[in-house]
């Protein structure tokens, strides 16, 4: 009769272990959805009120191209996104192309100005002579007329000098109207409008 009880007291016991666990088991993921929920909601609002500053800022100051910021400051191996607008002032849709360069750093001289070797200097949308890439961008894009668009960039560098890096990026505009196809944009004209910034990289 004892061993029974104790038997039956086990069983009661384990099962309101089991709910208990389940419980708590419950209240935890439901505590982490809503904390990651939360966290992407707001990073969402964060990029819809740059989205906003950028357009109006265009607006205000007459500019047709951008950026949320000037000085991007960041660590070798991170990942730093960044954003630009990007006017387009004619009465008709039109391809842009979009290329960013390194015009020079602080410490460093030719020919290794922005720690790889490469003819041409360019690091962003098109690949430098070692394959390398700093930035991950939309290498065209398509603007109906008279409309801004806002556009993210990717940066992320880990084998390069810590330095201060002069950046630029160059925007071109297709000869003729229409929306991008993949016909190649001549990059070797005046482009359609630049704009420099600077990299702190650490």
Not at 84 to 112: H, Q, W
Not at 135 to 164: A, N, R
Request: net charge negative; glycine share 6%; hydrophobic share 35%.
């Amino acid at each position: 009769m004892v061993n029974r009880k104790a038997s039956l007291q086990l069983s009661i016991n384990a099962i309101v272990i089991l709910i208990l666990a389940i419980t708590i088991l419950g209240l935890g993921l439901g505590f982490i959805r809503n904390m990651f929920g939360s966290s992407l909601d707001q990073l969402k609002d964060v990029e819809e009120k740059i989205q906003i500053q950028i357009k109006d800022e265009i607006e205000t100051s007459g500019k047709i191209l951008t950026f949320d910021r000037l000085e991007i400051n960041s660590q070798r191996g991170e990942e730093e996104k960044f954003y630009y607008g990007l006017k387009n002032t004619a009465s008709e849709v039109y391809c842009f192309a979009v290329r960013i360069r390194c015009i020079s750093s602080l410490r460093d001289s030719m020919p290794d100005i922005c720690g790889y070797t490469a003819s041409d200097d360019l690091v962003g949308g098109y690949e430098v002579d070692d394959g390398q890439s700093w930035f991950v961008l939309y290498k065209e894009i398509t603007i109906e007329d008279g409309e801004t668009q806002v556009t993210p960039i990717l940066f992320q560098v880990s084998d390069v000098k810590e330095d201060t890096y002069h950046m630029r990026i160059e925007v071109f505009q297709s000869t003729t109207s229409g929306e991008c196809d993949g016909s190649s944009i001549d990059t070797s004209a005046d482009p359609y409008v630049k704009e420099d910034f600077h990299l702190y990289l650490s």
